[in-house]
C-alpha cells in the first residue's frame, strides 16, 4: 500500500469518526422510544446508521490492513533477527567450550583431566548443535517468507 493511499484512508476515518462523535455530543434530545416493527423496516432502509455502520466496518478493515502492512513485516524481521543474535551467543558459548576442549585434548584416553575434557566435548556440542540450530531456525524462516510472496 503507497504512504498517499494509506494516508488518505486513515484520514477519512479519522474525520468520519470525529462528526460521528460531534453529532452524538451535540444531540441535546433524549434518546426515542422504541420503534414499531414496521416503522423499524421503514427506517432501515434509509437511516443514517446503516451508512455510520458501513463506514465504521471501513475503518476496521482499513486499520486491520495496516496492521497487517505494518506488523508483519515488523514481527517477521525482528523474528529472524532474535534467530541470529541468539545463534551468535551460542556460537561465543561453543567456541569458549571447544578452546578448552581443545586444551585438554591429550587428557582424552586417560589423565587427571579425563572427565573435564569429556564435559568440555559434550558442552561443545551441545551448544554447536544450538548455534546450527538457530541459524537454520532463520534461514528457514527467511525461505517461508519469501513462499508467501
Known sequence: MEPNTLGRKLGIGVRVASKMLLARATQN??????PSVSET???QATHPTQVYSARGKA???GSRKFGEAV???FAHA?????????GLFFAIFTF???VNAYKLRYEWAIGPDHQRFLVYSLVTLAFGYFTFSSFYRARQKEKLKRQKQ
Request: charged content about 5%.
Open 59 to 61: 475503518v476496521a478493515r
Open 96 to 98: 569458549f567450550f571447544a
Open 29 to 34: 434530545t433524549p434518546p426515542p422510544a422504541a
Open 78 to 86: 525482528s523474528g529472524v533477527l532474535w534467530l541470529e543474535v541468539t
Open 71 to 73: 506488523w508483519g513485516p
Open 41 to 43: 423496516v421503514q427506517q
